[in-house]
Structure formats: structure tokens, C-alpha cells
């Protein structure tokens, strides 16, 4: 094919999808659409495509004309050329950051100091510097952050949400380091099953500097491809198989791979107690390195207003925390993230500095073959469209006069089934490719929605009410980001850095390094799962088909371990840590349940528990200020929330309303508060749309199953013209 079909823009690489400079003012526009749709908190699966390598290639156009100016490949190589060290060198990088690689043991059985050959990992740190004053140089401790996943780049969140984090949470003079956990984008080896060193090497051993990530690549994408039209287990009587055996296909691939590293080989050494540990070689080295710094005081604490006597005291009458953090772990983690916390916490809890879990994992079910026990709300959170919607009324566009829930219930329904007998297709305008939206499109869609409905349920309402009443021209504008557009650049032409290509398969071998039960069950027993998980949510097939993914993965995790269920420093007694945890749930959480959120705060000595009454993912997904003025008083002060008592029903813990949900918006207009205090809500929620905006960036598995569907943020961008143009 000729390459002017191609349509490419040789800027349109992924380079400039990650990274956004940090803030320039003629983005603005963008970003205001950006913020709405990207809300979509998408952790633990997410759904921009253009994260996954057939995103790489499929690039998009709307984004493509607005972001060109925004490549700045260059800034990679900076990375790239940062030697590796066991101590924190920090180099500057992406201009106003700086960037370092922390040498640690790929076996923390093997340590570096026992030999010289013992392998290596290479961390990638970006540190947001906070405002420092005076002789302060830096925090005592960093405020970590992980964004989930597995396999989320909290090296590219900081970069892109550092700031707004330090003002959202309220702590501008705290240090913010983002991190990329094992196997992940910035720290090397990466988990890549794709990409192999030539055959010809005449060096004896295979190193991974020597393997060729340009063409694993495009073999990642050619596989992805090939499997796009399955789409979930229960969209045709062979869907189940046909995904299955390609997951044990994949397996296979990476058991490959890892056979050529024998104990070297990073694959065996990426599940989360690994990462937990390099957490706290981070925190030493952290350490180290604010003790070279000159001039007492040479740090500065988080800001601790409170005596420590007013600090919440364990209650069996133990000693009170301290909130000093110097030498411990301050850490934010997501989805995902909260399962790297806490498992941080079960091991080394004497190391806890401050801890916020928010949109809580169920660490007993993700060890488990499949972990069904997330699906507890998906339901719920479902139900909460058509209820929003009728609530609405004339403002949603599926509502229709004299409406009760049920009828917009069952509109939805015989919207779904009106697709799966009549597919629409039609012609890419631009990209002259052929592109369609089945039934199945329609449901990944909408769950995918249910991540962060106060954005994406009015939108939802539109597409659906399109293939209601058949306005199928505006609906094609809403999907166009539904076919693909090819970029050959990054495969065809120079390689560019190793960073800047994204596709791995780090997700998949962290989720699946972390089964302490594996999966690998038979076709029947699978579809008997599938039914019992059918009881429990109305999406089952959409979720099933991404927990099945450990199906027959046979790398056996080598490095440390931790068994939830089975834990020698704990038993089953509650852990004491240094300083209480702070879990954060949802009332209706598509993916971590609030149960889970309890569950979980009760495997810790006076944890604090908040239930943010909203739906979607995370509290992120909604503006509370009653769950933010919590977040700020935990790290500022010391505060925490009262240990949760009782259970589902009958239990009391701290309950947060939030202030904006679907088709109501919050903003400074909306705002009950008045002068200095609009003004600060209004910036309060900038940052906190730019979090999630960025957090809406993560590449998190369950991408490349989910390619096909329309990235949210087309949609949400072509849904603000047609409204715009409406009235
Ligand atoms: C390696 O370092 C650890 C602590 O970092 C120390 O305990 C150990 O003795 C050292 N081993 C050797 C062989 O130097
Ligand atoms: C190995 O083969 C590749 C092409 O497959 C070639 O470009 C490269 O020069 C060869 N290297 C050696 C050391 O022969
Ligand atoms: C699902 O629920 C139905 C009805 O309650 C029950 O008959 C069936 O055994 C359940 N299936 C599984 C696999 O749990
Ligand atoms: C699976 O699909 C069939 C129709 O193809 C449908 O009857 C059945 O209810 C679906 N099962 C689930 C659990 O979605
Ligand atoms: C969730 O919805 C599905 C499909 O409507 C239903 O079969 C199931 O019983 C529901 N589960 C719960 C827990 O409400
Ligand atoms: C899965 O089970 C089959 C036998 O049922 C066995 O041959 C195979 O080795 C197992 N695979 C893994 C990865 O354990």
C-alpha cells in the first residue's frame, strides 16, 4: 500500500498521547472537554484505547489535529539518558520535572552487594517537587502515588496530575514522586512477551537492551487485531473458546519468553509484595538522599497543625501514632493501587507513614482463580442510570414524557436488542475504513460508563436515544473514533525511544504472578463460572471476559510473596500499622465494592473507612468536598475517619455526600459557597478535573480486549458540539 494512504501525521506518535507539556494556555479548550470525559477514573480497566499499541497505530483524529504540537519525543531520550544508580540521582527532565533510575535487586533474595552478576531492576522516578520555602529542601517522605491497573505508568500520572494533585489533597510544599512499578513503561526490564533479542546476537547471553521492541510491537498489534472481532464470551456460541484459547496462546508466548532468562528473567519477579518492597527502597533511598542535602532543617514534614494527643489513639489503649512520616511511606493509591498499599502495610507495617485506598481492591478475591467478588455493585451502579435519567427528565435525552424508571429500563433494553439483530455499519469519512457497532459495542460502552457515570450517563443517554429513534447520522459522528486510523510511523520508520512504545504485557503478569490459586480450568467449568457470575451482574460477560485472563499463564512468581488468606506475621489477626490507613469506597462501585472497602479496612488496627455516596470508580469519579476535606485532614493534620463497626446494613462508619452526579454538575456556579471560598471550590475542582483527566490517560490492562469501543473522550467531544449546536 502506498504510504499516502496512511493518512499519517509524522507527529502522530504515541509520545504526545502520554505526555501533554505540563500547562500551556492554548490547550485550554481541549482540555475543558477533556476534563468532562475523562473521568472516567479507569482504573483497573480501563478503556482509552489509544494507550493500548493498537492505539499506537489507530491513532485518532479528532486528538490527533488538536495535540500535534504537543510531541515532544525528545523528552524520552532525556530519560533514556539517565544512567542508573543505586542512590537517587535526580536529573532534570520534561522541563520542569526531575527524573531518576533507582537500581534495586530483580530478587531481593539475591541482593546486589552478594554479586556483581545478580540481576537488576532500574525504577523510573519523576519527582514533582512541592513549593519549598526557607532552608526546607525537601518532604520527609515523598507522597508515592500509584494510579492502578496492574499495570497502570505512575511515572506518567505524576507528570501529567503532580501538580493538581499537591493542591487538590491541599499540601503544595509536599514532593510528589510518581513511580513505574515492575515491568512497567519507565522501569526496566519491562514485562514484554512480544519482543525477543535477534537470533544472530553474537553475544552469548540474551540481554533485554538487545531485544527489538519495534517489531514486538507491531506483533502485539497484529495479534490484537486478529482477535477484535470476538468481542466477549456471550457474543456468540464459539466467543468463550475463541478467547480462551488466545489468552493460552499468549501464555504461551510469555512461558517463552521467560524460558530465555532462565531465574533472571523479570516475569517472575513482578507480582505486587516485589513492588511493595521497592516501595520501601524507594523511602530509604529517599532517605539517604535528604541527608546529603545541606543546612538543618534540610526537610519538611507534612504540615502537622494538631498536638499529638489529639491524634486518633489506637483503641484497644495502645500507644498514640506518631505523625512524623520521616523514614515511612506516604501513599496514594487507586483502584489497583490499593492492593500495592496494602499489601506495603501487611508487610511492613511499622513503615506505614500515610496511607489513602480509595476504590478499595478485595485482596482475598484477587489472589483468587477469579476474581468474581468485584462484580458485588456493578448492578447497582447500572441501576442508577435509568433512576439519574428519569430524575432528569427532559434533560436526558431517553426520557420521554410521563416516563416511570422501568419504561426508560426497558427503552435501554429494546434498544440492545434491536442491535444485536440489526448491527449498524457504515464508512469511515476520514480514514475511508469500514466500521460497525453491534450489540456487544453497545454494552462494553456502557459499562465502561459505569466507571464514572456523572460524566458518561448523560452521554450514554444520548448515544442509546440515537438508536432509539434511529438518528443514525449523529450517532455515526459520535462513534467515529470507532475505526481505526493508521499510523505506520512508529513501525516503519526510525525507532524511537523504547519508553515512548507503550503495549507490554505488565498487567497481565502482575494480575496473574499475584494468584496464589491459578486459573486453569476447562471450557465447561468456565461457562459454568460465567452462570453463577450472571447471578450477581448484569454484565458478567463483559467482566468475565477480562478475569479470565490468567487462564493457563504458567510463570510461577519467584520473587517475594504474600498470601493474603495465610499471612506468617499476622495470622488472622487485624495488623497493626504505624500509623492508620484510610480506605475510601463508594456506595455503587462498578469494580471494588463497597464490602470490599470494609472488608479490607477491618484487616487493619483502627483504619479509617469512608463511603462516598456516589457512583462510579473511586471517589475521584465524583466531586465531594465532604471526602476531600477527609483526604486533607489525614495528610495535613494526622486526622483519621473512625474505624468502621458492623457490617453492610447495620454497620456505621463516616458516610460523604457528594455534590455533583449525573446531569447535575458542580462547578464555582453551583457552588453554595460564597467570596474567597467560591473562588477556592473553583479551583478545587480544576485540579480535581485534571486528576482525573490524567487519570483517565493510564494505560491499565483490559485495553487491548477493548479497542474497539469509542474512546469516551470522542464521544464526550462530538456530544458538547451537537449540544452546542442544539442550543
Ligand atoms: C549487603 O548489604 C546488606 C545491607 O544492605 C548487609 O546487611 C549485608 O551484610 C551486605 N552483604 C555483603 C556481602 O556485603
Ligand atoms: C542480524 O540480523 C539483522 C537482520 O535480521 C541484521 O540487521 C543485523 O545486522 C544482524 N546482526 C549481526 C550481528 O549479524
Ligand atoms: C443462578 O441462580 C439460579 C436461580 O436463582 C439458580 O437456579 C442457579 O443454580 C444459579 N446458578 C449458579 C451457577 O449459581
Ligand atoms: C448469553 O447470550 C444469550 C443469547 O445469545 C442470552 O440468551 C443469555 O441470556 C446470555 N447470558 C448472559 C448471562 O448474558
Ligand atoms: C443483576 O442483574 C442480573 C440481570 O438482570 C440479574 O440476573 C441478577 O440477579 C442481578 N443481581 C443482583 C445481585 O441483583
Ligand atoms: C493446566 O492443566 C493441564 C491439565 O489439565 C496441564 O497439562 C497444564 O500443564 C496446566 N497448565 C498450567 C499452566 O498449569
Known sequence: MNSTTYRTNEKNTLVWREIEPPDTTKHHRRRVLLAKGLSIAAVLFLWWSYHSVPGLIGCRKTETVADADGVEGYRFDDFESITPSEKLEWHKCFTAFRCARLTVPMDYNRPLNASKDNPRVHIGLILVPGIHTGSEKASKSPLLINPGGPGGSGFTFALGAGRAIQQLFGVPDQDVVGFDPRGIMMTTPRADCYSFPPDNLSSSLPSPDDEDYVQGSFHRFLWAQSGREIGFINS???????????????????????????????????????????????????????????????????????????????????????????????????????????????????????????????????????????????????????????????????????????????????????????????????????????????????????????????ILASVVSNLHEGIIDELIKQLAGNSPYFNSQPFCGAPLSRFSYPGDEAGLAVMCSDKRHPLNESLPNLEKEFESLSNMSYFSDVYMSFILICDGYGIKNKGLTMDWDDNPAHGSEPIRTSFPILFISNSADPVTPLHAGLKMAKKFVDAGLIEQKSEGHCSLSAPSRCTNDWIQGYLKTGIVPPHPVGDLGDGKWVECRAEGYPWKSYGAESSEAQGEDARAETERIKTLNKVQQELGKVKLWGTQSLDWIPTMQELVAVYESQNHRRH
Open 236 to 458: 456468540s456460541d464459539v466467543a468463550l473458546q475463541k478467547l480462551d484459547t488466545r489468552i493460552r496462546a499468549t501464555a504461551k508466548l510469555c512461558q517463552t519468553k521467560d524460558e530465555l532468562y532462565g531465574d533472571d528473567g523479570i516475569l517472575q519477579y513482578v507480582s505486587t509484595p516485589n513492588v511493595a518492597r521497592d516501595m520501601l527502597s524507594i523511602v530509604d533511598a529517599w532517605d539517604e538522599w535528604t541527608s546529603t542535602l545541606s543546612n538543618e532543617p534540610a526537610v519538611c514534614d507534612l504540615p502537622v497543625k494538631v498536638k499529638e494527643e489529639e491524634l486518633h489513639s489506637s483503641a484497644d489503649g495502645g500507644i498514640p501514632y506518631s505523625p512524623d512520616t520521616k523514614g515511612k511511606l506516604v501513599f496514594w493509591g487507586l483502584s489497583y493501587g490499593t492492593m500495592l498499599g496494602a499489601t506495603f502495610a501487611s508487610l511492613f507495617p511499622d513503615r506505614v507513614g500515610r496511607l489513602i485506598l480509595d476504590g478499595v481492591v478485595d485482596a482475598d478475591g484477587f489472589v483468587g482463580p477469579l476474581w468474581t467478588e468485584s462484580s458485588w455493585d456493578t448492578n447497582k451502579t447500572f441501576d442508577s442510570f435509568a433512576t439519574y435519567c428519569h430524575k432528569a427528565a427532559k434533560r436526558c435525552d431517553l426520557y420521554q414524557d410521563g416516563d416511570e424508571v422501568q419504561d426508560i429500563a426497558n427503552r435501554f433494553q429494546a434498544v440492545e436488542m434491536k442491535l444485536r439483530n440489526e448491527p449498524l455499519t457504515w464508512i469511515d469519512e476520514q480514514s475511508k475504513m469500514p466500521a460497525s457497532f453491534t450489540n456487544t459495542h453497545l454494552r462494553g460502552l456502557t459499562f465502561q460508563s459505569l466507571y464514572g457515570p456523572t460524566i458518561m450517563f448523560p
